[in-house]
């Protein structure tokens, strides 16, 4: 699977894949996806590629090979059987991501994008870094909790102590679970377990990888055993975690504003009925302290769409100071 670099028309939107660049990632199938943050008005990170597929392949298969998760591979390949794919196959690895809009430090996950952001470190020539990866989360009876939590332990080959509630579950469906799982090939913790400050939640490994990107777990957060194991490493006990539901992400980069769509969860569509209104809250927010010439209708596709791709939506440049701007500012001085 080689990924091939090019630049993608969505609707009226065009992403350039090179130019858009705004940090090198580390090797399209890296073990770790690690971005600079050496822009400071960069809210972009990361490119989108191509890969082709031989027969065996699966989407699945392309998703755990390229550190990406289910559901933001079909999202990005709505037109590709996600078992069938077929030999030779175009499919397009959706590596490219706007920041959350949350402070920028700790541990951001965003249950929306099923997405983990690791904020710290330095990269080349002393930048601070950002690092992602894909995630589950919560199945709907059973969701990720939302707001701000801290790491407060960290566990090397845990055992498993399902609850009661969960036994009750798998037993009424003819699955008796043991009290205590232990560390071995088939606990479900995987080989790291980080405890959150919430209550009976974790980040976690998972023996069954298959199931990243996609909602279902009890409302932990797991992931791929190689990504958890680098947050394990490098990710101290008391790093702040904040969990936030952002389906519409709004970033600005080298003149140019992008909005990200995501469907929005089931439980969430009262929440998100108003969706272009609440969309163009957002971006309005973002530019307020710029020019700004919007293309209203490629913002009306990248809703329709949601497809979990950063759109170019219009551009942005620095306001200029009004006269009594000026003046305020030479009197001030």
């Not at 690895?93 to 700790?106: C, F, K, Q």
Request: charged residues 20%.
């Amino acid at each position: 699977m080689n990924p091939t670099p090019r630049s993608y028309a969505f609707g009226n939107a065009v992403v350039y894949l090179l130019g858009l660049l705004l940090a090198m990632l580390v090797g399209p199938a890296s073990a770790t996806q690690a971005f600079s943050l050496a822009q400071v008005d960069s809210d972009v990170i990361g490119e989108l590629f191509l890969t082709t597929t031989v027969h065996e392949d699966t989407l699945s298969d392309i998703a755990r090979a390229y550190d990406q998760g289910y559901q933001e591979m079909r999202l990005a390949n709505p037109q590709v059987d996600p078992w069938l794919p077929g030999d030779g196959a175009e499919v397009v690895v959706p590596n490219l991501y706007i920041l959350p809009d949350a402070p920028r430090r700790g541990i951001i996950v965003n249950v929306a994008e099923m997405r983990l952001y690791v904020f710290g470190g330095k990269g080349k020539a002393g930048a601070a870094q950002v690092k992602t990866f894909p995630i589950s989360i919560g199945r709907q009876n059973w969701v990720t909790p939302k707001g701000q939590m801290k790491i407060v332990s960290k566990v090397k080959d845990p055992a498993w102590y399902p609850p009661k509630s969960i036994r009750e579950e798998h037993a009424a469906e003819g699955d008796i679970l043991p009290t205590i799982v232990p560390a071995g090939p088939d606990n479900p913790l995987g080989q790291h377990a980080l405890k959150l400050s919430a209550a009976g939640y974790l980040i976690h490994g998972t023996n069954r990888p298959y199931g990243i990107g996609m909602r279902v777990t009890h409302g932990c957060i797991r992931m791929y055993p190689k990504d958890v194991a680098t947050v394990f490493s490098e990710v101290p006990v008391g790093t702040v975690v904040e969990v936030v539901n952002q389906p519409y992400k709004v970033g600005v980069a080298r003149g140019r504003v992008y909005l990200e769509v995501h469907p929005h969860l089931d439980e969430d569509r009262e929440l998100f009925a108003g969706q272009y209104s609440h969309v163009v809250k957002l971006i309005l927010e973002r530019v307020k302290s710029f020019d700004v010439e919007l293309a209203w209708q490629d913002i009306k596709s990248a809703i329709e769409l949601k497809d979990g791709i950063p759109h170019d939506v219009g551009s942005y440049k620095p306001r200029t100071a009004t006269m009594t701007e000026s003046e305020n500012a030479l009197h001030s001085g």
